[in-house]
């Protein structure tokens, strides 16, 4: 599964998600793959500016910190992914709701791992110098060849 399929199953459960003054954002976003790693997250997270106060930022001004999470998308995002995917959305109760739940992530996690192969994962840990989300939880995915951002997030 590509990218682009992942994503659209996001929208899919983040649309799902919304309610009354609350829209839910899940994105996998391909960062450049550059020889560091704070490198490929500069050119996410910097330079721009703040369009209510019209100051400059840049990536250092996210005062970004990095924790490692290993090597194993499915363990690492085993927790964070069900609280975000099923933060609003109703399945059926009890036993059913469980299976449901577990085979949802199953899904996401099994497809993230064919879309990325191989990776180290990091939690990313931002101070955003201007509005980022009501919430939210970022992760990189580091490959031979390639990086992500994944993004679960939620505004009012």
């Not at 990091?122 to 939880?137: D, L, R, T």
Request: with cysteine; net charge negative; charged share 20%.
């Amino acid at each position: 599964m590509s990218a682009i399929a992942i994503n659209a199953a996001f929208e899919v459960l983040a649309i799902l998600n919304c309610v009354p003054d609350n829209e839910f954002t899940y994105q996998l976003i391909e960062l450049p793959h550059c020889a560091e790693l704070r490198e490929s997250l500069s050119a996410h997270f910097g330079p721009g500016i703040n369009f209510r106060t019209k100051t400059t930022y840049s990536a250092d001004d996210w005062q970004l910190r990095l924790e490692p999470r290993g090597t194993d998308p499915s363990q690492a995002l085993a927790i964070a992914l069900p609280a975000w995917v099923f933060a609003n959305l109703h399945a059926p109760q009890g036993h059913a709701q469980q299976s449901v739940e577990r085979a949802v992530i199953e899904l996401l996690l099994r497809r993230l791992n064919e879309a990325i192969g191989p990776c180290e994962i990091y939690e990313i840990f931002v101070s955003p110098p201007h509005w980022y989300e009501s919430s939210w939880q970022d992760f990189v995915l580091r490959g031979e060849s390639h990086t992500w951002l994944l993004h679960l997030g939620v505004s009012d």
